[in-house]
Every structure is written in structure tokens, then in C-alpha cells.
């Protein structure tokens, strides 16, 4: 079996295991330190106490008070530094998991969450916590122990007994409680995702009444979340306290124990008081393991679900760079499946679309044409076949670099949190003239200049403030940004008013006279007016592409057998299939 590669995660805490190291030098002395108190009562009941020396005394806690001082400092050292690493990490994968997440968003539409930053998060304050601090100070029990042996050997077995007892508690809290957190964790994801799908539709929800059959929904899960949540707690809580007061039965009976070495004249009694201090010492990391156990189990939970992410969703690799793109679109053998969908939606489809051609897509409803316009973009991989870009695959490019190239206006029109400039220029460096262009050509300008701020106007996700028909002329304006070569519309004029329209076919013979390869998806003939080619979809199949009136006079004759010249049906379709959501009779 191969050995297993790290992941990009693993690798980031790779990173940080030079400072892990300090860390771990800062316990070392700290851990040293902490016998401070009990050689200073080994000292005072030993010495001080048997010869009256007051200055012995006085010079003996002045040392202590300056080795505790130091050990405060260490400690302080100690967490600024956890909390470094922390942040540290936080920078070296946040990133990383960020395209993670917005990967895995375009593989699975509709199932992405900002899980994963949460689960960063619980990372980051886990390992500035201070329930790390119990797994570096526990490498020292067993010093402890020997101290406690060389003392005597009843006090080692004593200690060794007490903090093997502790221990098997901390085994039984983690079977008692592993699975009910792993279920109330898996829970509570849902309940968060399930929420967030119903915060996006609050509208349809309100209106029409749903918010307490939804809400019923989410109360279900958020309830076993908590069921399990409360189980795990109490069976933690339980252990931990349970722990607690074992710890402190064992320090109370170690001094029962040096008193009984005491009267054999086995120890003397500072000793038995430095034994209790020092065997205190060696159970807190154990007592502080369990109680930190809920915290450690969410922290591996949350590092799994992460290294998972990062395995499951590959980092992009860089490609050479391609010059920049003219326009030419060829699709060969296209085969495509939406994410998590059994069969393919688009099915072998061959043809090639020269620079500065407009090709309307049109065919009845599921007939693929949607699917075909992210295949165009690159947004889905095909599953065989390619779509091609000037010759070269879309695979091939690399996404920043071609991004500027293309301009895309789906159908839910999304807008960011910013201004309308912003969106316009799609979050990059704001080119004033090429925003006030784009927008002139999509026929929003003057209503940008009417808003109270004009194209500094704030705007949100939601874009409350805007009406659908205005949030799809912006859209429209941000597709056009930049002038790029290959522009696909899916239903661009599905929201507009007259003017609206009006202002979308002069933006469209605009980008003829610019020769703008222009893919539109439409159910409306007044989009398709000046269009070169019209492609017709049904059944994820071509079923004609030619010019314009071409195909229009065919579907418009009940002959399913037609065809366009040189572009043969790959399979007969009916008049009715053919014309469906076209807008021909």
C-alpha cells in the first residue's frame, strides 16, 4: 500500500511546528518552575522550621517569589505565542479553503456552506486555548512520578495508582461521549445549511405562508443537535466532575499517607507537604484532559472534516499561459452531466461558431440549454468530448487570466455586497471609463445616475433596493465590462420593461459591430432579431443549427425529418418538440 501523501492542511501544520517546538521548550521550563512551592515547603518545614533562621526564610521567598514571577512570564510567553500560531494557520489555509469551498460549491450546486471556516476556526481556538496546554505538560507526569518514588515509594505507587485511575476516566468520557458529538456536530451542520437555504428564499416563504412548515423542519434537526449535544454533556460533565473530585480525594490522602510515613520516620514533614503539591502537579494534566475533552473532540472533528475538504478538492495547477482569446467557439462530442445528476444532459453535441458570430439558443423547457451555457463558460467539465476556445480547451486556460474574456449573465441574477462600480467591474481594479462604457451599453446609465449615490450607490446580495429588472440591466452591465470576446446570455430579457428590451438589442448590435462571439438563450423572438445562427435544443441533443431564417422556416413546417444543410439531426424530433418555448407556431 502507498504511502499517504500529506494534505495541503496537514502540510500548513507542518508549518507550524517550529513555533509547536518553542511551545514546547516554554512548557519544559515552566514545568521545572512548577516545583517551585513544593521545594519551597520542603525547605521551610525542613529547614527554616527546625532552625529558626528568619533570614533563611526571607531569602528562601525571595527566590520563589522570583522563580513564580518567571514562570508567569513564561506562561504569558507561552499563550501569546499559541495564539500566533493560531493565526498563522489561520493565514496559510484560509485561502487554500476558500477555493475549496467555492470548488466544491460549482461540483455540488446548492451544497455549499461556510463549514469549513467554522471548522478553522474551532482549530485556531483550540490551539490558543488552553486545552493544549494539557498535552504539553503531560510528557511531565511521569517525572513527577519519579520525584514522588525518590521521596518514597509509597508515595509513587499512591500517585501512579491515582493517575492511572484518572486516566481510564478520560478513556471511558471519550467512548462515552465520541459518538453523540459526532452526531450533534453532524446534526447542527444541517440545521445551519438548511437555515441558510431558507434565509436566500425568505421572500417565497413569507408569501406564501410557509415559515412555519419550514420552520418545523429546521426545529427538527436543531432539536436531536441539541438532544445529542445535552447526552454528550452530561456524560462529560459527569466524568469531569467525577475526575475533579478524585483528584482532590487523592491530594487530601497523600497527606494522610506522609503522616503515617511521618510517624515511621520514613520522611519528614516537608516532605509529605512536597509530595501533595508535587503529585497535584502530576494529575492536573490528566484532570485538565478531561475537562477540555469536548473542546479536543469538536478540534479533531473539525481538523478531519478539513483535511478531508483539501483532499477531496485539488489545488488548481497553473498552466502555461495562452494568448488572449479571439472568440472562436467549437464544441466536439460534448458530453456533459450536471454535478450529483446519474445521466448526461447534454449529449454528443459537434459544432463550431466562428469570431463575432451570434447564435441563439432556443428549445422547450429541460432541453439542456442552461447546461450547455456553463459547459460554453467552463463553470461544469464534461464528462467526454471538450468545448474549445480558439482551439484550446477550456481546461486548459487558466481561470483568472481567461475570466476577463468572457462576460456571463445566468438567469438568477446575483450582485455582491458593494457598489454598483464594483459589481461592474467585477470586484477588480475600478477602470472609471470602462464601467461608465459597459453600463452605457447595457442601457443603464442614466438610471445609475438618478441613484442617490450614482455608481457609488451601496448595494447588497439581496439587492432589496433594486428591482429584478434593474439588477439584470447591472448584471448585464458587468457581462459587457472590459469588452470581452465570448459574452453567453441565459435569458437576458426575462425581467425587462419595453425600455429594458429596447436598451438590450442595441447593446446586442453593439457587440456585432464589435465582433463579440455572443451565445443568447431565449424564449422571446425579439432577442433572436439579428442573431446569425440559431441552434435548437431538445433532449440535451442538436437538433438544427444553421442561419437564422433557415431554421425558422423549418420549424416552422411540421417536417420533423428537416434538416439544415451539412448539419444533420442526430435523431428525429417533432414539430411540437421542436418549436416548444420558441415563440413559432
Not at 478553522?120 to 498535552?135: E, H, M
Not at 493517575?163 to 452526531?183: D, F, M, T, Y
Not at 447593446?507 to 441552434?535: C, N, P, W, Y
Amino acid at each position: 500500500m502507498p504511502p499517504r501523501t500529506q494534505s495541503d492542511f496537514q502540510h500548513a501544520l507542518r508549518r507550524c511546528r517550529p513555533a509547536l517546538l518553542w511551545v514546547a521548550g516554554f512548557s519544559l521550563f515552566i514545568n521545572l518552575l512548577m516545583l517551585t512551592p513544593a521545594l519551597y515547603m520542603l525547605q521551610v518545614y525542613d529547614r527554616v522550621i527546625t532552625s529558626g533562621s528568619k533570614e533563611t526564610l526571607l531569602m528562601l521567598t525571595l527566590v520563589a517569589i522570583f522563580l513564580l514571577a518567571v514562570m508567569v512570564g513564561l506562561e504569558l510567553v507561552r499563550s501569546r505565542l499559541l495564539v500566533r500560531v493560531g493565526n498563522h494557520l489561520d493565514t496559510l489555509v484560509s485561502g487554500r479553503l476558500y477555493r475549496a469551498m467555492f470548488s466544491r460549491g460549482l461540483a455540488s450546486p446548492g451544497e455549499g456552506s461556510g463549514q469549513p471556516l467554522d471548522d478553522l476556526r474551532t482549530v485556531r481556538q483550540f490551539i490558543s486555548g488552553n486545552g493544549l496546554f494539557a498535552f504539553f505538560d503531560a510528557p511531565w507526569v511521569p517525572i513527577y512520578l519519579i520525584i514522588l518514588f525518590v521521596f518514597n515509594v509509597w508515595f509513587g505507587v499512591f500517585a501512579t495508582g491515582a493517575g492511572l485511575l484518572l486516566l481510564g476516566l478520560a478513556i471511558v468520557n471519550e467512548k462515552a461521549s465520541q459518538r453523540l458529538l459526532a452526531e450533534a456536530g453532524h446534526e447542527h451542520i444541517q440545521a445551519q445549511a438548511q437555515l441558510g437555504s431558507n434565509l436566500r428564499n425568505a421572500e417565497v416563504l413569507h408569501a406564501m405562508g410557509m415559515l412555519p412548515a419550514i420552520m418545523q423542519r429546521w426545529e427538527v434537526r436543531h432539536v436531536k443537535a441539541l438532544i445529542r449535544q445535552s447526552q454528550a454533556s452530561d456524560r462529560s460533565s459527569g466524568l469531569s466532575n467525577l475526575s475533579k473530585g478524585l483528584r482532590i480525594l487523592a491530594q487530601s490522602l497523600i497527606l494522610g499517607l506522609g503522616a503515617l510515613l511521618v510517624l515511621e520516620a520514613s520522611i519528614t514533614p516537608g516532605m509529605m507537604i512536597a509530595a501533595s503539591i508535587i503529585m497535584g502537579r502530576a494529575l492536573a494534566p490528566i484532570d485538565q484532559m478531561i475537562g477540555s475533552w469536548k473542546s479536543f473532540v469538536g478540534c479533531r472533528d473539525a481538523y478531519q472534516r478539513l483535511d478531508a475538504l483539501c483532499r477531496d478538492v485539488a489545488v488548481e495547477t497553473r498552466r502555461l499561459s495562452l494568448p488572449p482569446p479571439k472568440g472562436e467557439v467549437a464544441a466536439e462530442s460534448l458530453t456533459l452531466a450536471p454535478p450529483g445528476a446519474a445521466k448526461p444532459v447534454l449529449h454528443e453535441l459537434d459544432f463550431h461558431i466562428a469570431c463575432g458570430e451570434h447564435v441563439g439558443i432556443i428549445g422547450p423547457s429541460a432541453a439542456g440549454k442552461t447546461t450547455l451555457a456553463r459547459a460554453l463558460l467552463g463553470v461544469w467539465v464534461p464528462e467526454s468530448g471538450a468545448v474549445r476556445l480558439d482551439g484550446a480547451d477550456l481546461r486548459h486556460w487558466n481561470r483568472d487570466e481567461l475570466g476577463p474574456h468572457i462576460g456571463y449573465l445566468p438567469q438568477d441574477i446575483e450582485l455582491f455586497d458593494g457598489t454598483i462600480s464594483q459589481n461592474i467591474a467585477r470586484f477588480g481594479e475600478v477602470d472609471d471609463a470602462q464601467v461608465v462604457t459597459a453600463a452605457k451599453k447595457a442601457g443603464v446609465h442614466e438610471m445609475i445616475l438618478r441613484m442617490p449615490e450614482g455608481y457609488e450607490t451601496p448595494i447588497g446580495a439581496a439587492s432589496g433596493a433594486l428591482s429584478r429588472g434593474q439588477r439584470q440591466r447591472i448584471g448585464l452591465a458587468r457581462a459587457l465590462y472590459g469588452r470581452p470576446v465570448l459574452i453567453v446570455l441565459d435569458e437576458p430579457n426575462a425581467n425587462l420593461d419595453d425600455a429594458g428590451e429596447r436598451a438590450l438589442a442595441e447593446a446586442l448590435r453593439q457587440l456585432k459591430a464589435e465582433g463579440t462571439t455572443l451565445f443568447v438563450i431565449s424564449h422571446r423572438r425579439s432577442v433572436l432579431a439579428d442573431v446569425d445562427k440559431l441552434m435548437v435544443l431538445n433532449d440535451g441533443r442538436l437538433r438544427l443549427l444553421g442561419a437564422r431564417d433557415e431554421v425558422l422556416a423549418r420549424i416552422a413546417v411540421p417536417r420533423s425529418s428537416q434538416t439544415v444543410p451539412g448539419k444533420p439531426s442526430r435523431s428525429r424530433a417533432s414539430h411540437a418538440e421542436l418549436t416548444a418555448g420558441v415563440g413559432v407556431s
